[in-house]
């Protein structure tokens, strides 16, 4: 089945969930313009997520995603996190900051019985997860109202398992993508490939559909994805110029320079492993540091450094995130790039 029938979508486009950089506006824009524009919700509260549906249902009628997060939330670990803060104290001490004095962040929370009560007023046509899937009570929930369930799967294992819990589609997350690494079954570095080794690997091991994600920035990227036998493609980086993201002005400043052609996973910013452009923090602190806050707990110590200096016009302490490809960004609608991103395919029918 292709995604177009499985969705109910014209164009076998996905835009990625990216928490911290758009809201409601980016989704509406994509689910417009015939794809499947998604909301990321990890990091909303439930008055926030209900305000947030509410108006993303106000101004589209088409299929729409919605994302969470279905981590395991760590134990607090006081040495870990005192660690954490002394390696930050030279930053604050040059910034004139107390680093005892952390702001209240929004955190990052997995799916819940909370979460799904309020999606049931909305009946979201499609949830996806990241970091595995939730309770199997949760998931009959969403089967009940019609919804379909995707999540990423970044090895083979993972997504034989995806299809062994019943999800109706695997997005194939390649080593390129931007932002949060999706692996559950292990976290070993050597177990991640890049995205075109990963597709037909997937494709051949599962029925269900497989969407291609990682790297992927223009029209040629997805027919390439889609001639491995993807059924179409979850796109993130391309969109973070649009004028419905609410990227940040540091973060969108940082897109544009030749800096951002050079990634890293890090795990500074959260705890969890996750693609950004390098800054002064990836390199002087890592980018992969072991004796840090596990994920989510890490980001709480790093955010009035963050602040402060992107109250400077600095982003060496933000989490730029982005994929290996950062070609495809453009200033352009959202609308307008879902449609050039499925140019070749339709051009081609």
Request: glycine fraction near 10%; charge should be neutral; aromatic fraction near 6%.
């Amino acid at each position: 089945m292709n995604l177009q029938k499985l969705f109910g979508i014209e164009l076998p486009i996905i835009q990625a969930p990216m928490a911290g950089v758009q809201g409601n506006a980016l989704a509406v824009a994509v689910s417009n313009a015939g794809g499947l524009g998604s909301l990321p919700c990890a990091m909303l509260s439930p008055e926030n997520l209900r305000n947030e549906l509410a108006a993303l249902t106000s101004q589209t009628n088409k299929p729409y995603n919605v994302n969470f997060f279905c981590h395991v939330p760590p134990e607090p670990d006081a040495k870990r996190e005192q660690s954490w803060r002394k390696a930050l104290s030279p930053y604050f001490e040059e910034f004139g900051l107390a680093p005892n004095e952390v702001p209240q962040q929004p955190g990052r929370t997995p799916f819940s019985a909370e979460a799904a009560d309020i999606l049931e007023e909305f009946k979201p046509p499609v949830v996806s997860f990241h970091f595995g899937l939730p309770k199997p009570e949760l998931l009959a929930r969403i089967r009940a109202w019609g919804g379909k369930i995707l999540s990423s799967a970044t090895t083979v294992d993972e997504a034989l398992w995806l299809e062994a819990h019943g999800v109706d589609a695997i997005i194939a997350q390649g080593l390129e993508a931007g932002g949060h690494r999706g692996f559950f079954l292990s976290k070993d570095p050597a177990t991640q490939v890049g995205t075109f080794a990963l597709i037909p690997q997937i494709v051949q091991a599962v029925r269900v559909p497989v969407i291609a994600a990682g790297g992927i920035a223009d029209a040629s990227g997805v027919a390439a994805a889609m001639a491995l036998g993807a059924a179409g493609a979850q796109i993130g980086t391309a969109y973070l110029l649009c004028p419905e993201a609410t990227t940040s002005v540091v973060h969108r400043a940082a897109l544009k320079t030749r800096e951002a052609r050079t990634t890293a996973l890090t795990n500074l910013f959260s705890g969890g492993a996750a693609r950004g452009i390098v800054n002064r923090l990836m390199r002087e602190q890592g980018p992969m540091n072991g004796q840090i806050p596990e994920f989510p707990l890490a980001s709480a110590a790093l955010a009035p450094l963050r602040a402060k200096a992107e109250s400077l016009g600095n982003g060496d302490f933000s989490p730029l995130w982005a994929g290996q490809n950062v070609s495809g960004c453009k200033e352009i609608s959202a609308a307008q790039l879902t449609r050039e991103l499925a140019d070749y395919i339709q051009n081609s029918r």
